[in-house]
């Protein structure tokens, strides 16, 4: 098997998360591509997408929520994604594991849930939410009258851990508040479900972010036995840095190492530094704990030669918009420069109304 260098899988990555170009494509397309994008919070998909797409405006992803072509709904490892309507019917079947295993195990709500019939429970939050879109707080409280020995918490989540749930507009509609409210996925997409296929989604994964290791799909479905899965695939096969074998699609090619790298900026969450086992390919262990806080948030961060050399954060107060960059070392002036170019673009993007706008280089710590 070749062997890839750290390098060289750094920009097979770049190019297959459109991160070393722009593309020409529309946002619908993006999501699809990229196997769908990381959406804990309402607004990083949009962040996600300006560095990848030429003239990407916000209102386009808005625009398929609205029309229900994507959706925000739970998925990989258990956390919100925003990903095409049918993907969301193909991955989710495939995915249900992970949350049976959680309605087992977890420490908050498992005891509460062990002498249900979840399927009476899961049933009757289906026919609540087909009547219309209810919150948490709403569809435990009515699940509660049928089950009034149970948290209403406690049947929300068993409700979440057994349905599809898509998270519906307004939320995460660029520039409105609105609350999380749950409707059924196949019931809100006119669309059933697929039959689970393991490969599919390693395909799919491997296409957006391979070459990849067993572990690193893994890392990124949330879900195991899928070395299993794919010795039945046909795929090729590599050697990273530390002998590890890789997995790719035979029909894609990975990029010389000594294709540039222009700086970025990218988003919140962006699912380039989280989608791996071994996120080394783009940010240093190191590097990670300064960008991931202790309570899960994952900081915009500075790309610089193809990897993670520090993060920025927009900071707004009245009508005045400023934007910190935060480098971990000491950059290049060209690197810099086009770092502060972008962003005051991301400014005039992100902030449109603000009468003053600023970029200021924190220095390195």
Not at 207 to 227: C, E, H, K, N, Y
Not at 269 to 287: E, H, K, P
Not at 313 to 320: M, Y
């Amino acid at each position: 098997m070749e062997t890839l260098s750290r390098r060289a899988l750094n920009r097979a990555t770049l190019e297959r998360q459109l991160l070393l170009r722009p593309a020409k494509m529309s946002a619908y397309d993006a999501v699809e591509h990229l196997a769908g994008l990381q959406a804990q919070a309402p607004f990083p998909p949009y962040y996600a997408l300006w560095p990848r797409l030429h003239g990407f405006r916000p209102a386009e992803l808005a625009s398929l929520l609205e029309d229900r072509r994507v959706v925000r709904i739970a998925l990989m490892r258990g956390t919100v994604h925003l990903v095409t309507a049918a993907d969301a019917l193909a991955w989710r079947p495939v995915v249900q594991v992970l949350y049976d295993r959680d309605l087992k195990t977890n420490t908050q709500h498992a005891r509460e849930l062990a002498g249900l019939d979840h399927s009476a429970v899961a049933s009757a939050a289906r026919e609540l939410l087909a009547a219309s879109p209810l919150s948490s707080t709403a569809l435990g409280a009515s699940l509660a009258q049928q089950w009034p020995d149970v948290a209403p918490a406690s049947l929300t989540h068993l409700a979440r851990g057994r349905l599809p749930l898509v998270q519906t507009p307004p939320r995460a509609i660029w520039g409105k508040a609105g609350q999380t409210m749950y409707a059924c996925l196949d019931e809100w997409v006119g669309e059933p479900l697929s039959p689970p296929s393991p490969a599919s989604l390693i395909t799919r994964y491997l296409r957006a972010f391979g070459p990849a290791s067993v572990a690193d799909v893994q890392a990124w479905a949330g879900i195991t036995r899928l070395g299993e899965v794919a010795a039945e695939m046909d795929l090729r096969r590599y050697r990273d840095p530390d002998g590890r074998e890789l997995l790719d699609l035979p029909s894609l090619t990975v990029p010389s190492e000594d294709v540039p790298a222009p700086p970025r900026l990218l988003g919140p969450f962006d699912q380039t530094i989280l989608s791996y086992a071994d996120r080394t390919r783009v940010i240093s262990d190191d590097n990670r704990k300064r960008v991931i806080t202790q309570n899960g948030l994952v900081k915009g961060t500075l790309l610089v030669g193809g990897f993670v050399r520090g993060f920025w954060e927009i900071k707004t107060s009245r009508k005045a918009a400023v934007v910190e960059l935060s480098p971990f070392e000491k950059l290049a002036k060209r690197d810099l420069a086009a770092l502060e170019s972008a962003a005051g673009r991301l400014m005039s993007w992100a902030e449109p109304a603000a009468e003053s706008r600023e970029v200021r280089v924190l220095p390195v710590a």
